[in-house]
């Protein structure tokens, strides 16, 4: 069962692979009544500062308005496969080191979507040139060609095509080279991020393996846990929350928003059972200002 809550600390922009801009990712949440948003596009913290300047301009048409609280965040992918996602919470986005790293992995997935797409051809799917080119730039990722592929009818679902054509074994997959989660979160707290494990059940259902990776990953600097995402059941997200703090880490939640219209995922909606999501922001917060 899910419900809907007032915060929700892991949204996607067109930035990386949501749908909607930074700006109607404010206004909607507005609309649904979201008090706080951490806007953690996937391996870019380039729409950090258009966000603080919608913010800005949001605040001054409307002062009488209570502010939505931003937080500054990425969200970056390590591990085999690039599976174990990390959320970094204020992040300074003019790091040098960390956007040195962030631009040679967007063009690692520009060169990524250019074999993928050569693998498609073979398959009989071709894109027009117009669509090819947005789907060869630096930043695009499986989820842009799985939305083309569905756009142009050649699937029915993006599910369909992750597993017809792009999941990891298909025809059109291509691995990409990722560096360690150790190494991400090392990375994400050198650029002064408050770094938690995103979504974990997708990384480890198992809950004694998971403890081990997260204690092991507590020496590199991991700080929290994702107990409340869409992809953790009503009995896997109260056993996160248990776990993240009983071994003192911070929990938070997010709904993994990206605009697609063919799926359920709505922003605030995540798995009930989050008792006190604002002392949690709170912790969050003075762990991220501390």
């Not at 206004?27 to 008090?35: L, M």
Request: with cysteine.
């Amino acid at each position: 069962m899910s419900i809907q809550y007032p915060i929700d600390l892991h949204i996607h922009s067109t930035i990386s692979d949501g749908l909607e801009t930074p700006a109607e990712l404010y206004a909607r949440a507005r609309r649904e009544g979201i008090t706080a948003i951490a806007l953690c596009d996937h391996d870019t913290v380039a729409g950090v500062p258009l966000m603080q300047e919608v913010i800005r301009q949001e605040e001054a048409l409307t002062p009488d308005s209570p502010p939505i609280r931003y937080l500054p965040s990425i969200e970056l992918s390590t591990g085999d496969g690039g599976h174990a996602h990390l959320l970094g919470f204020g992040v300074n986005y003019q790091d040098e080191k960390l956007l040195s790293a962030l631009e040679e992995m967007q063009e690692e997935r520009a060169q990524r979507s250019r074999r993928m797409i050569c693998l498609l051809k073979k398959q009989g799917i071709r894109f027009c040139t117009h669509v090819e080119e947005e789907l060869t730039r630096p930043g695009t990722g499986r989820a842009h060609i799985a939305r083309a592929l569905l756009d142009m009818g050649a699937v029915n679902t993006m599910q369909q095509a992750f597993d017809r054509y792009l999941a990891r074994g298909k025809c059109a997959y291509i691995a990409r080279r990722y560096m360690s989660i150790a190494d991400g979160v090392s990375l994400l707290t050198g650029a002064g991020a408050t770094v938690v494990l995103a979504h974990p059940c997708r990384l480890n259902p198992d809950p004694q393996g998971l403890r081990a990776l997260v204690m092991e990953l507590m020496d590199a600097g991991l700080s929290g846990l994702e107990a409340y995402h869409p992809s953790a059941s009503r009995q896997q997200a109260p056993l996160i929350d248990s776990m993240a703090r009983s071994l003192g880490l911070l929990v938070t939640g997010g709904s993994d928003y990206h605009g697609d219209t063919n799926c359920c995922v709505r922003m605030g909606r995540m798995p009930s059972g989050w008792q006190d999501p604002e002392s949690d922001l709170q912790a969050l917060l003075e762990r991220i200002n501390g």
